[in-house]
């Protein structure tokens, strides 16, 4: 793994709250990989990552090459995601807009002609993360008014909101099968939604296209209760009564619960969650638990298990975490893999690579290697990391930052990727020739309004022991 700060001036020097790769970008002549990045200079940035090639032919260029500047924001820009059907754009931030861009095939000034194809208008406030859905059609945000709004992104217009929060929704994902959705608040809660899809596609007006699964704000407390039976099984004696007694504060002790996530005091803006390419993990942000020297966590639940306990607590990190990201492929198994699976009866075989964003750093784990990070990348930044992103075949990573950079690490995988299945309802997809007019838009968006009127310092992680995780699945 080599990694490297790449010395450019991104949003003029002002902080990048976003970065995503485009996995659908196929340029022959030139290869490498398209991203773009957000900030607080209102604007969104196309780049290139040149490939390896380039990079060891051209020291003296950067690692990346500058391809388009979209300004049409009127505030910073918290969040950029391309679909992932199409290498449409869509980008959000304090204006409460979402904008969905397009490249043009025409010439101009920037390497690249990127124009507004459409706009979705409706939230009263600022909106820190977006969710495409695996058929590309819908959008779930992520707003500071508590709510999370599904877009229609072909009518451009808003389908439903979710209001359960009771503060800050910070985070999104949306499992890429299409089944459910997770978001993530300041109220210290993870929420899943189920996804109708068959609803969805035959929508009618008041139908609800996704129903709360599951929410999550703690769990069962039972350190000092296992502690009581460790004490008795080496020889404490106790008489009839005091043996009752001990019973009944036992009893107690066990219904205590543990919050799960850092209260609204986290100095971060960001609580991003992260579904895995085969849906079967969903990694959180903002974990606590309650060992002192391990406090700051991921906490991932299994997809046959939203309802209950977490799977993994990935604990060890002397900040908290404030984004994950799987890479977007799964890969062959490795040889000297220890076998141990992270979800028993995955079954697959295939492993899969997460990045886990503190603070002031990044850990990654590979799911055939158990749950003890394999890489820690720290030191990198002078401010907080808001978001990290995966090219499509998992060779790179980018960290983006406040300080207004963004560090390249490019990965050596010791296996090639596989294919991941995918779901797509064929009635969704996405009609580019479909662009709803601006003074219809502008009509939804007013209704819209009137009717929901009515109803983010360096610190290494301590020695291996501060990574090894706390596994909690059979609470």
């Not at 890429?176 to 007006?205: I, M, N």
């Not at 219809?440 to 929901?452: K, N, Y």
Request: some cysteine; proline content about 5%.
């Amino acid at each position: 793994m080599r990694v490297k700060t790449v010395q450019i001036n991104w949003h003029d020097k002002l902080p990048i709250f976003s970065v995503d790769f485009d996995h659908n970008y196929t340029n022959t002549q030139k290869g490498g990989w398209r991203f773009a990045t957000s900030g607080g200079d209102n604007n969104v940035r196309l780049w290139r990552l040149r490939t390896p090639e380039e990079r060891e032919t051209d020291t003296q260029q950067p690692a990346v090459e500058f391809l388009a500047s979209l300004n049409r924001h009127a505030a910073p820009v918290n969040v950029v995601r391309f679909s992932p059907t199409s290498s449409r754009l869509a980008s959000a931030g304090d204006d409460g807009a979402i904008i969905i861009w397009r490249q043009m095939d025409e010439e101009g000034e920037e390497p690249e002609t990127w124009r507004p194809l459409s706009m979705l208008r409706g939230s009263p406030a600022d909106i820190c993360d977006l969710a495409w859905s695996p058929c590309g059609r819908y959008i779930a945000s992520a707003s500071v008014d508590n709510t999370v709004r599904v877009w229609d992104a072909v009518e451009a217009r808003c389908v439903q909101v979710l209001a359960d929060h009771s503060h800050y929704v910070q985070g999104v994902a949306w499992d890429p099968l299409g089944e459910f959705l997770v978001t993530q608040s300041s109220d210290r809660s993870v929420r899943t939604y189920r996804w109708h899809a068959g609803v969805a596609a035959k929508r009618k007006p008041g139908d609800e296209l996704a129903t709360q699964l599951s929410v999550h704000y703690s769990m069962p407390r039972v350190e000092q209760g296992e502690a009581a039976e460790e004490a008795a099984e080496e020889g404490a004696e106790m008489d009839v009564e005091a043996e009752a007694e001990g019973a009944q504060q036992t009893k107690s002790v066990a219904r205590r619960t543990q919050r799960l996530f850092h209260d609204d005091n986290l100095t971060s803006f960001f609580r991003r969650p992260a579904v895995s390419p085969d849906g079967c993990l969903v990694a959180t942000a903002a974990g606590v638990q309650r060992d002192k020297t391990s406090r700051n966590t991921c906490f991932v639940w299994a997809r046959d298990g939203l309802l209950g306990a977490p799977v993994l607590s990935l604990g060890g990190h002397a900040k908290p975490v404030v984004a994950t990201r799987w890479a977007p492929c799964c890969f062959e198994p490795r040889a000297d893999a220890s076998g141990s699976e992270w979800v028993a009866g995955q079954g697959s075989g295939s492993r899969m690579m997460l990045a886990v964003a503190t603070q002031n750093s990044v850990a990654l784990y590979d799911s055939s290697m158990g749950a003890r990070a394999v890489g820690l990348m720290t030191g990198l930044h002078y401010a907080a990391i808001t978001d990290i992103a995966w090219s499509c075949d998992g060779a790179h990573l980018i960290i983006a930052s406040i300080d207004g950079f963004a560090s390249v690490a490019a990965i050596d995988q010791p296996t090639l990727p596989v294919a991941t299945a995918s779901r797509r309802d064929a009635a969704d997809d996405v009609a580019e020739a479909v662009v709803v007019p601006v003074e219809q838009q502008t009509r939804d968006a007013s209704a819209l309004a009137a009717a929901e009127a009515a109803a983010a310092e360096a610190a290494r992680l301590k020695g291996k022991k501060r990574l090894a995780p706390t596994f909690v699945s059979v609470l």
